[in-house]
């Protein structure tokens, strides 16, 4: 299986490397229990894995199933030739967010993060349990603004 990434070594910052060496053979997603989570649902079979989507697409960044990879590196860990599909999708969503088309879902997480620091809203509801709790009331922080401002990250969420 030829992978076809039309993206430049450089810009995918040695991550092509990985995308290369990838045989398909599919033991990242062979056992659904213990595979890619991300296989799971109408678009996703262990014989046309998340993997394969990823990889083989035209314009990886413009594939919308970069965006439900969440990250666990159970394919990484699983794959019998040392290959990284994160390694290669984690680049790939950061070419998606620097060309604008990440989705939606996706933009609104990363400013909720940046601006609050937590990853989910803090509601009336997390407040009175925290109360209950005995715990203190969540503050937003602006340390990961101030990340975002240095790392760039800002100016591709304007
Ligand atoms: S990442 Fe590894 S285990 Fe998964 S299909 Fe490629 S070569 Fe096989
Ligand atoms: S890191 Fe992404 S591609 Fe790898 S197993 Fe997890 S969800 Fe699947």
Redesign the pocket.
């Known amino acids: 299986m030829v992978i076809n990434v039309p993206y430049t070594r450089r810009s995918l910052k040695g991550s092509a490397d990985?995308a290369e060496?990838?045989?398909?053979?599919?033991?990242?997603?062979?056992v659904p229990e213990y595979g890619?989570p991300a296989q799971y649902g109408s678009r996703f079979t262990p014989r046309h894995?998340y993997?394969?989507d990823c990889?083989g697409a035209e314009r990886p960044s413009s594939n919308p199933s970069i965006w439900l990879c969440v990250s666990c590196h159970k394919?990484?860990e699983?794959?019998?030739?040392?290959?990284?599909?994160i390694s290669f999708i984690k680049t790939v969503k950061q070419a998606a967010l620097e060309e604008g088309k990440a989705p939606d879902v996706a933009t609104t997480e990363i400013e909720q993060v940046v601006n609050t620091g937590y990853a989910f809203p803090i509601t009336a509801s997390t407040e009175r349990h925290r109360e209950d709790l005995g715990l203190e009331p969540l503050r937003p922080t602006g340390e990961l603004r101030r990340i975002a401002e240095a790392t760039g990250l800002r100016r591709l969420m304007r």
Not at 78 to 85: D, G, I, M, Q
């Open positions: 990985v060496v990838c045989l398909m053979c599919g033991v990242c997603c062979a890619c894995t993997v394969y990889l394919c990484e699983l794959c019998p030739y040392e290959v990284s599909p």
